[in-house]
Every structure is written in C-alpha cells, then in structure tokens.
C-alpha cells in the first residue's frame, strides 16, 4: 500500500526491486544489480568500448570517458552515461510504484532514444537520423558542424 502513495514504509523490503537478489543501494541499483551489468554490456557493445564494470561510481564516469578523440564524442558518451543513469532510475520507479516489468532489451532501447534526442537537442553537431544513432553512434557523435 505504501508503495503506490509513491513512499516506501521502512518495514517493507529493502530488496533491489529489479531484481530481488541483495539490498538495494546506488552501487547495486547503478552498477552491480544483474539488470544494470546488462544493459551497461549491451550500451559498451553499442559503443564498441569494453572494461571491467568498476567498484564505484566515479571510477565508472572515469572509465566511460576515455578514449574519446574530440569534445562533441566526450560530451555525447558523458550524455549516454547520464542518460542511462536515468533510465535505470525510471525503470526502478516504475517496477516499484506503478509495477512495471521492463525487460534488459526495453531499457537499452529507451537509453537510445533518449541520447538520441538530448544529442539533437544540445549538442553542436549535424543532425542524425535515429537509424545512424542505433548503427553508430561514435560516427554521428564525431560529425562536425561545417560553417557556411
């Protein structure tokens, strides 16, 4: 009951609502919980960056953040990773006041979209069709705005 007035009574579970398996704190929610570890895999394939889901947070903005060749790259993978924080967070909120069930695939594509559309929106560079977005996000990320 407490759950739908959209405040969680402190005598119910302390279980991470995605999925159950250890208490939920940021650590788990963001990084460790088996719900985050696959979409973060599933966001590095897209990207073509791969390395070792860290102990933190700030060690995980670190390693998202490397290997970027110019501004408008490092802003759009800083953009994804905030992003995607905010997704995990809207899928928990969901699962937890209105219980609903997304799948891994679900919240990957929402963080897709999502990027997609804050890039159009702030960063400076050419636009890009949502197609190019999912096929290579570096490529449209690495564009540059050609003055006239």
Known sequence: MGRRSSVIHSEESTLCVMCNGEDESSLHLFLHCHVAVTVWSKLMMWLNCKFLTPLN???????????????????????IWNTAIWVLWKARNDKNFKDINYEVDEIVEEIKVLSWRWMLHHLSIPACLYY????????CLGRVRLSV
């Open 132 to 139: 190019e977005w999912c096929w290579d996000p570096i490529y």
């Open 57 to 79: 947070l700030f060690v995980h903005w670190e390693c998202w953040s490397r290997r970027c060749g110019n501004k408008n790259r490092l802003r759009g993978q800083w953009l």
